[in-house]
């Protein structure tokens, strides 16, 4: 679990630097997505892989709304790199492969399992987005 935690930061700070965040707030946005992702993998023994993604995006943003009013910086700056772990990048990869091989119910169910964490992504935003931000005003300094 360390080691996941390690690389999903260092694979967070990665994506900051390459997209050029700021870099005071670099360091705050790797411990986002390792966050994130070390919740991920505590859920994922109990849950669903969709619902470990939804609590884990959840907790992203919250967490989000609270360095962006504390940092005073945009919330995009660690929203962004925050959901960067759960991009679901290879199972694109996979899904394309298994139809270039000629795999096309395997090259489907993996399209649909992009598509379904994409929603659980953008649903789990949503719900983050629609807390008051009033509700983070003591979180500043």
């Known amino acids: 679990m360390t080691q996941q935690f390690i690389f999903a930061f260092i694979g967070t700070l990665s994506f900051c630097v390459l997209f050029k965040a700021p870099k005071g707030e670099i360091i705050f946005c790797g411990l986002t997505g390792a966050l994130a992702w070390l919740l991920y993998c505590v859920l994922i023994n109990k849950f669903s892989a969709f619902v470990s993604v939804f609590i884990s995006v959840v907790s992203v943003g919250v967490l989000s709304k609270i360095l962006s009013v504390r940092r005073k ?69």
């Open 73 to 141: 910086m945009p919330l995009t700056v660690f929203i962004i790199a925050g959901i960067m772990p759960f991009a679901p990048g290879g199972v694109i990869y996979n899904s394309i492969y298994m139809l270039i091989m000629g795999d096309t119910a395997a090259s489907l169910a993996k399209a649909i399992e992009t598509i379904k964490t994409a929603c659980t992504i953008s649903i789990a935003l949503v719900v983050v987005l629609a807390i008051p931000n009033n509700i983070f005003k003591p979180f500043k300094t």
